[in-house]
């Protein structure tokens, strides 16, 4: 499992660059990172294909990005069935921005 705090939570949001979607052309995901493997070496153990991959590590998680055109070339859909895919909750861009206005949201007691 994985629990983040709002300032978590706004730090990574902040990271995620403003262009980044998961539309019909792009597919933008972030990587929760369970504690045991939160750490920037934590991608030597990924497939990333620099040429069609964009991914930066942001502490506690990894943002990733494709091209939609490009989604079975990344290295992305390596991870699905690896021992890291056991380690990492995965969502999209979309998703992460939304669970953090209805944090925000909370924090203010609305």
């Known amino acids: ?62 943002l990733w990005s494709v091209d939609k055109k490009n989604v079975t070339k990344s290295g992305m859909s390596k991870i699905v069935g690896s021992k890291l895919y056991k380690q990492v909750t995965i969502g999209n861009v979309n998703t992460a921005r939304k669970i953090y206005i209805l944090m925000q949201e909370v924090h203010r007691g609305k």
């Open 1 to 62: 499992m994985v629990v983040r705090s709002i300032e978590d939570i706004r730090k990574i949001i902040n990271a995620i660059p403003d262009e980044w979607k998961n539309d019909k052309e792009m597919k933008s995901d972030v990587l929760f990172l369970w504690d045991g493997i939160d750490d920037e070496s934590v991608l030597e153990n990924f497939v990333i294909k620099p040429d069609i991959d964009t991914v930066k590590y942001v502490p506690g998680t990894i």
